[in-house]
């Protein structure tokens, strides 16, 4: 059986050192970049793209806004989180600017590794 999602459960330290090592940067309607709290997420999105035939990543950061944590208000869908897209750097073919097919984020992440392996 494949799995339908894989879901990785961290603290904001593993989202900035994981972020860090593939050179990630988002933008949330807050007032710093790259911002991470308590229970922010880091999303990787594997989907197969019909019209080439081959897997996708997309990666994206999701985080309740300042306010929604000061009020305390429920997230649903008539208030849904923040969410900011993120362009993986080195990784996209042209048609989707935060799409990077799979084969090349296997790569930049290998390299990403290696590098921290071997400085």
């Known amino acids: 059986m494949q799995s339908k999602l894989v879901f990785l459960v961290g603290h904001d330290t593993n989202i900035e050192t994981l972020a860090g090592l593939l050179n990630l940067h988002w933008l949330l309607d807050e007032p710093s970049a790259d911002p991470t709290s308590t229970g922010d997420a880091l999303v990787f999105e594997l989907y197969g793209d019909a019209q080439n035939s081959q897997f996708m990543v997309r990666a994206y950061y999701v985080s309740q806004s300042m306010m929604q944590m000061r009020n305390t208000t429920p997230l649903d869908l008539d208030h849904p989180p923040a969410m900011a897209p993120i ?30 392996e071997h400085p």
């Open 87 to 116: 362009a993986i750097p080195g990784c996209s073919d042209g048609s989707d600017a935060n799409a990077c097919p799979l084969d090349r984020f296997a790569c930049i992440v290998q390299r990403s590794t290696a590098a921290e």
